[in-house]
């Protein structure tokens, strides 16, 4: 099975960076909806604060006794089809008894001002309640100055409460202007604006030059704390969705590293499975077609050749077979005592028999030495590091054979003067089906299994297998298996 896995890793990436920015742009709408109302609630705060503190004069007012009638006007203001519109408040009354009574009665509409045109009058003409709202505190301002002055400590101090109330309790300034004068300000203990602060302007008079200014710093920070939650969330998010991208992109790609060693090792094993049946074939050919046989030392050489061969191609077999058992759950060891240097013994003699190179085998081992293991995947596991030791050296190989007991069971090392494996491909030599990359150069025959397989048979043990390797200088490869419970 072929995966298109260029054009599958671009969709996912793009789809990732797709998914990334969208989430950037909803932050980033929601991080520009909060300084929005932000920056409503410090209106709000500056309207509420201006009322309450008129409304503080107006008790002082009425706790010194004094009574009276206010008579307040909004003046001029004009509206989109240029007709000029006055909200007035006939009367603020303070009475006699310390109530207090506000009444709105009528809106005027002058159609063509500067005219003699007809005026028309109504009550509650102004249908946004905000600009009545606005234009009613304005009318306030202009009666209850007359009677007190503008506390503005009082209103420093009802703002830092207002402001309080809606999460913003920061450093501020705020400043009083009179007809574009600024007449008074008050700032916060060692507050000094920075040149990226905002003013926020609140007109209380009748026209723009009649205005309180507060100053503070930009909200940035008091929006990123408040949405921390959710940027959280987000980024958890992301994080968990392209862990499961790279997830999926890995594990394609092991797949397809898989299939391209599967194709190998099929490659690989017929040429190894084809080899000694056509030797086999051959020696049995010879023995019959071309009077062979009638040579006692020619049909002696021949059978022996036909044997070796058929025994090497039962090696393979046995090994492809117990790596198929090895994945089923009814593989069992069948464990024994097991004499170690006499095992070893054994193996070193028939790899120095059936290697054409010279072969130096050592073996350096206790003589009351023994194992509990399973005799025939134990052995395979040994053989297979004498093999790779004998196929993977120079002109003559040394192979040096340690066995020795250790806390809690017994460590045998195979050591060899071959050609070494590289840091970085240490690491992968008991994957299946891996080997390690010769270039273009194939003189060494193998399909990938026997480290594997020693590795899976050594765990099957409850042991371990390592290696440490020196390019030029060769390998060592050290097995533990514990002690028998």
Not at 295 to 308: F, G, N
Not at 314 to 335: A, V
């Amino acid at each position: 099975m072929k995966f298109p896995s260029r054009r599958i890793v671009i969709l996912l990436i793009l789809s990732l960076a797709a998914l990334f920015g969208y989430q950037i742009y909803w932050l980033s709408g929601l991080y520009r909806s909060s300084i929005e109302s932000k920056e409503s609630e410090i209106n709000l705060a500056l309207q509420k604060a201006d009322y309450a503190e008129m409304m503080e004069r107006l008790r002082e007012v009425s706790a010194s006794g004094r009574h009276g009638t206010i008579d307040l006007n909004t003046g001029w203001s004009q509206d989109s089809v240029s007709s000029l519109v006055s909200v007035q408040t006939n009367q603020i009354a303070i009475n006699e008894n310390g109530s207090k009574s506000v009444s709105v009665t009528t809106v005027q509409v002058d159609r063509n001002p500067g005219s003699d045109n007809e005026q028309t009058q109504y009550a509650y003409a102004i249908s946004n309640s905000q600009e009545s709202t606005d234009y009613y505190q304005r009318g306030m301002h202009a009666g209850v100055d007359v009677l007190a002055e503008v506390n503005f400590h009082k209103l420093d101090s009802l703002l830092s409460m207002m402001l309080d109330d809606y999460g913003l309790n920061v450093p501020h300034r705020l400043q009083l202007f009179t007809d574009s004068t600024m007449v008074a300000t008050i700032s916060t203990s060692g507050y000094e604006p920075s040149g990226r602060a905002r003013n926020y302007d609140y007109v209380y008079g009748k026209t723009l030059a009649d205005k309180y200014e507060l100053t503070i710093e930009p909200l940035t920070g008091i929006v990123f704390i408040e949405m921390s939650g959710v940027i959280a969330a987000s980024l958890i998010l992301f994080l968990m969705l392209a862990f499961s991208f790279w997830f999926l992109i890995h594990a394609m790609l092991k797949q397809k590293s898989l299939e391209e060693m599967k194709s190998d090792f099929t490659n690989n094993i017929t040429h190894e499975l084809k080899t000694p049946v056509a030797v086999a074939y051959a020696a049995n050919d010879a023995l019959l077609n071309f009077e062979a046989g009638n040579d006692p030392a020619k049909r002696r050489e021949y059978l022996e050749i036909s044997q070796s061969q058929l025994k090497k191609l039962e090696g393979m077999i046995e090994q492809i077979l117990s790596m198929s058992m090895e994945s089923r759950k009814t593989f069992e060891l069948r464990k024994e005592d097991i004499p170690l240097k006499p095992l070893l013994q054994n193996l070193a003699d028939q790899h120095r028999l059936s290697t054409e190179k010279p072969c130096e085998i050592h073996i350096e081992s206790e003589d009351a030495l023994v194992i509990h293991a399973d005799r025939f995947h134990f052995g395979n596991v040994i053989s297979n590091l004498i093999d790779n030791a004998i196929k993977y050296s120079g002109d003559a190989v040394i192979i040096i054979i340690r066995a020795k007991t250790t806390s809690g069971g017994v460590e045998i090392s195979v050591k060899d003067n071959g050609i070494g494996i590289a840091p970085d491909k240490q690491k992968h030599i008991f994957d299946k089906f891996y080997r390690v990359p010769t270039g273009d150069i194939h003189d060494v025959k193998g399909y990938g299994l026997g480290l594997y397989y020693a590795k899976t048979m050594v765990e099957k043990h409850g042991g371990t297998i390592s290696v440490s390797s020196t390019l030029g200088k060769g390998s060592e490869f050290r097995i533990f298996i514990p002690q028998a419970s």
